[in-house]
């Protein structure tokens, strides 16, 4: 035996590696169900799965009682109490269980997880007198719809790290029909709340829950970074319910926002940074924001928005795979003289436009400004713009580009757009003081302000036109 190994040792060597290399990938194909790598460690777990917390409460524990009709103010107070106290420790969850748990407003703590089951409603008692005032943002110096203080947030967050908002799509309802009933009767002195408003924070994540009827704007991360919002639906009537954007990023970086469905009183989504001189002087951009997978309706705004307020700046903004249907506007870029800013590095791809009044709007001179005191000539700039794959029917103008001798609209790009038009007027794709390119096939025929490239990217026709004004504002 011995005499056999030592004369067949480079034979029982590739035997062996044979026999190992075979176990190795039979265990691959067992881990993986066939073809690619060895896997080692088990695999993640999914995006949207909760942040384990070492501790856990149910809002029963602190008095909650979910009846619709009992105040539980008090008790979400001590919950928050609780969960900060174990904040070292890795923080903790507070579990809303099944029922209507009506609360006036309170606040958040870092290293929490607020968790809603499915059935948990948080309700936002409808009586201002409930509501905490709150010094107007300071990037704005107004209260936005009332000079001086406005009303806090249902849910409010400030100087917070590691807070995650989940559930089994449980639901946060603002009850606006009351605030909404008497800002039309000019019977408040103060500007609307939010529905949730966390500020000068990190590392949040909102999702798979419903929100609805915010009083005000929906969603208002202010001056954070690190904030994922995915898998919300947002709700509010289309019409008569004033102001309700669903999420307005403001003054933020690092955004991701996905797979939502946003059917609002306003903006579906609004990007932010600051009114006039006060963002001016703020001076916190929004940038690195991403927003992917949406479908949105809009009856009176647009699907999605960057503006008006932006003069703190807005940048590195990507938009795709965004569907918005039976609304008035689908992507609107807006301002005005005065603003300051920039809005610069945005793309927007794989759009679709479905019974949309007008699908791509950029509007200069939308001229609302919080006081007397904010500089006419402080002349905001936009610059890097493009539109791909840009696909739609029923759209009335597929494009309407408003710059100004003030504020032209320089290096917009066009390529691969399609969109079927109801209206077979002459000019329908409208341009003012814009200069830029149109590459490839686009429909219907661009304005005479825009170079022509072929789909290669040679250049056929030159523009000698860019500070034409097309603009038609009767259809």
């Known amino acids: 035996l011995a005499t056999f190994l030592a004369s067949h040792r480079i034979l029982l060597v590739a035997i062996s590696?044979?026999?190992?290399?075979?176990?190795?990938f039979w265990h691959r194909d067992a881990a993986v169900g066939g073809g690619g790598i060895l896997v080692l460690h088990p695999p993640p777990p999914p995006s949207n799965f909760p942040k384990l917390r070492p501790v856990s409460f149910e809002l029963t524990e602190f008095g909650g009682v979910g009846d619709g009709l009992t105040l539980n103010t008090a008790a979400f107070e001590e919950a928050m109490r609780a969960v900060s106290k174990h904040g070292r420790e890795g923080g903790a969850q507070l579990n809303i269980p099944p029922g209507n748990w009506l609360t006036a407003p309170f606040n958040l703590t870092s290293h929490l997880t607020l968790f809603l089951a499915q059935g948990a409603a948080i309700l936002g008692v409808d009586d201002e007198k409930y509501w905490p005032l709150l010094p107007p943002l300071p990037s704005y110096g107004y209260g936005r719809e009332h000079p001086g203080s406005r009303y806090g947030s249902l849910i409010h967050g400030q100087n917070l790290r590691d807070v995650v908002i989940t559930g089994h799509n449980g639901t946060?309802?603002?009850q606006g029909r009351a605030w909404w009933r008497k800002f039309r009767r000019k019977l408040l002195n103060h500007t609307r709340g939010p529905l949730l408003q966390i500020m000068w924070s990190r590392?949040?994540?909102?999702?798979?829950?419903?929100?609805?009827?915010s009083p005000f704007w929906t969603?208002?991360?202010?001056?954070?970074?690190?904030?994922?919002?995915?898998d919300l639906t947002i709700l509010a009537p289309v019409f008569e319910a004033p102001n309700t954007d669903g999420i307005d990023p403001d003054s933020c970086k690092d955004v991701v926002i996905e797979d939502c469905y946003i059917s609002v009183g306003d903006d579906g989504i609004a990007i932010k940074s600051g009114w006039d001189q006060y963002g001016i002087s703020y001076g916190k951009p929004s940038t690195n924001i991403l927003i992917r997978n949406l479908v949105v309706r809009s009856m009176v705004s647009a699907g999605v928005s960057i503006g008006s307020e932006m003069s703190g700046g807005v940048s590195d903004v990507t938009v795709e795979n965004l569907y918005v249907w039976s609304s008035r506007r689908a992507v609107r870029i807006k301002t005005a003289p005065g603003r300051g800013g920039y809005i610069r590095r945005v793309t927007y791809r794989n759009l679709t436009f479905d019974n949309v009044r007008v699908g791509i709007v950029i509007k200069t001179d939308y001229n609302e400004h919080p006081d007397s005191g904010f500089d006419p000539g402080a002349a905001p700039t936009i610059e890097g713009i493009e539109y791909a794959a840009v696909h739609g029917e029923g759209v009335r103008v597929p494009v309407r580009i408003h710059g100004c001798a003030e504020i032209p609209v320089r290096n917009v790009t066009f390529r691969d757009m399609s969109v079927g038009i109801t209206y077979k007027k002459k000019h329908i794709f409208q341009c003012g003081f814009v200069e830029g390119r149109v590459i490839g096939s686009v429909f219907p025929a661009p304005c005479p302000n825009l170079d022509r490239y072929d789909e290669y990217g040679r250049l056929l026709t030159r523009s000698t036109v860019q500070n034409a004004s097309d603009i038609d504002y009767d259809f």
């Open 17 to 24: 590696s044979l026999l190992l290399l075979t176990l190795l």
């Open 172 to 174: 946060i309802n603002g």
């Open 203 to 213: 590392d949040i994540v909102v999702s798979n829950l419903t929100l609805r009827d």
């Open 219 to 230: 969603l208002h991360p202010y001056d954070c970074e690190n904030v994922t919002i995915r």
